[in-house]
């Protein structure tokens, strides 16, 4: 075999650092809970989001980087149940690799969002409240 002539693997490369702000640390620990997976190589801070948006994940093309930005107005709001839909939304698309889904069930006879992937809140936090367990395990799978 060749002996290694100075290049570098490109996983030498890699920053597997994880910096998440305090804020959402607890939301981040239970969603590595219920989704039995570690949450690695990702920055998660409060940020300018833009005008339409609370929250978004972003992916580098270039690198491993992987970064999620919250808009603070909304934060400071937001009831816990409302910011961990949306900290489990962005970590669906930053680690779960998840799209968007605005699809409807029926559950107990009542038209329900299917998933935390849903593009806007609109009708999820109710439904969220009711049927947490059914959404954790549709965000996972
Ligand atoms: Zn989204």
């Known amino acids: 075999m060749l002996p290694n002539c100075g290049t570098v693997k490109q996983d030498e490369h890699i920053d597997v650092r994880t910096k998440i702000s305090k804020a959402f640390s607890e939301h981040v620990a239970n969603f590595e809970h219920i ?18 948006r609370i929250g978004y994940c972003r992916l580098s093309i270039d690198t491993p980087e992987k970064e999620i930005v919250i808009q603070r107005d909304y934060w400071d709001k937001a009831s816990y149940n409302e910011r961990e839909v949306l900290v489990f939304h962005e970590l669906g698309h930053c680690i779960l690799d998840r799209d968007h889904d605005n699809t409807f069930i029926i559950k107990d006879n009542k038209s329900i969002p299917k998933s935390i992937m849903k593009s806007n809140n609109i009708g999820l936090l109710v439904s969220y409240e009711t049927y947490k367990t059914y959404y954790h395990k549709e965000l996972c799978e």
């Open 35 to 52: 989704c039995d997976m570690k949450v690695n190589a990702i920055t998660i801070k409060f940020g300018n989001t833009g005008k339409s």
